[in-house]
């Protein structure tokens, strides 16, 4: 199967299926006392105790990560997460949003063509790393005041998981893996710790969703995924592309509301 040429306003039945390993170069933190990105969790036999990343967690990550290189070349400017999505930029076609809570106030709703899993760590039973380190004040900033323990995932624990585009044309499936290989730091307080390294394993184009990274890890398969060989236009003519196509689609959704 291949790309399809064109964006459409009504779905269709292609997935491209890119099979990432996302490896952590730093420790990444579980649990602090702000919000936990990494977690634990425990399947039943043979996966037992492994790490996962939420979905969201990446594809929020992604989402940023695209939005701010559309904005460096000029694309969704004034698109901005999560109360201002602007619903009329490439980003926002890829990842999707609901009009009646963007600022553009939009009497539509973009469904996300880009859908994800949970990740989940390769290996099982890793054990989590603690660190003690000052709590930082918020008003003085000054340390020292009290001690707070962090709970981490250490470096080099690899997750697998599986992202899909529905529905893919050449120039979304290029700002996906532009994306995708920018995306170097997962995890809470992420400004000092989580730096990651995301990479495609393989995957490929089909009528249905083929690879779980639950299925995978359970059952072994990682090793068969054929490798991708897309040739994919550069970043600058991809987004070019999609601001046509998605105008292009944002007219042809208002006329049939009228
Ligand atoms: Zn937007």
Excluded at 92 to 120: P, Q
Excluded at 197 to 205: A, E
């Amino acid at each position: 199967m291949d790309f399809y040429p064109d964006v459409s306003v009504l779905p269709r039945a292609r997935y491209l299926q890119l099979v990432t390993s996302l490896r952590l170069l730093d420790p990444a933190i579980i649990r602090s006392n702000e919000p936990e990105e990494v977690l634990t969790f425990s399947y039943q036999e043979p996966l037992q105790e492994r790490f996962i990343i939420p979905w969201r967690k990446v594809k929020a990550k992604l989402r940023r990560i695209v939005a701010e290189r559309g904005r460096d070349l000029g694309y969704g400017t004034m698109c901005f997460l999560k109360e201002s999505l602007c619903m009329t930029c490439p980003t926002c076609l890829l990842f999707g949003g609901t009009g009646e809570t963007s600022t553009a106030k939009a009497g539509y709703n973009l469904l996300s063509r880009v859908m994800g899993e949970t990740f989940i760590s390769k290996a099982k039973n890793i054990e989590p790393v603690g660190y003690t380190a000052n709590a930082v004040g918020e008003v003085k900033h000054t340390t020292g005041q009290a001690l707070m323990t962090l709970i981490t995932v250490p470096a080099d624990t690899e997750f697998i998981g599986v992202v899909t585009l529905k529905d893919p044309t050449p120039e979304m499936a290029s700002l996906l893996v532009d994306g995708i290989k920018r995306l170097t730091r997962i995890g809470a307080r992420s400004v000092e710790w989580g730096r990651c390294r995301m990479d495609i394993l393989g995957g490929g184009i089909f009528d249905h969703e083929v690879y779980s990274a639950y299925e995978l890890l359970r059952d072994g398969g990682l090793e068969d995924i054929p490798a991708l060989e897309m040739e994919l236009p550069p970043i600058e003519k991809a987004f070019e592309k999609l601001q046509d196509q998605i105008s292009e689609l944002i007219l042809q959704i208002q006329k049939s509301g009228d």
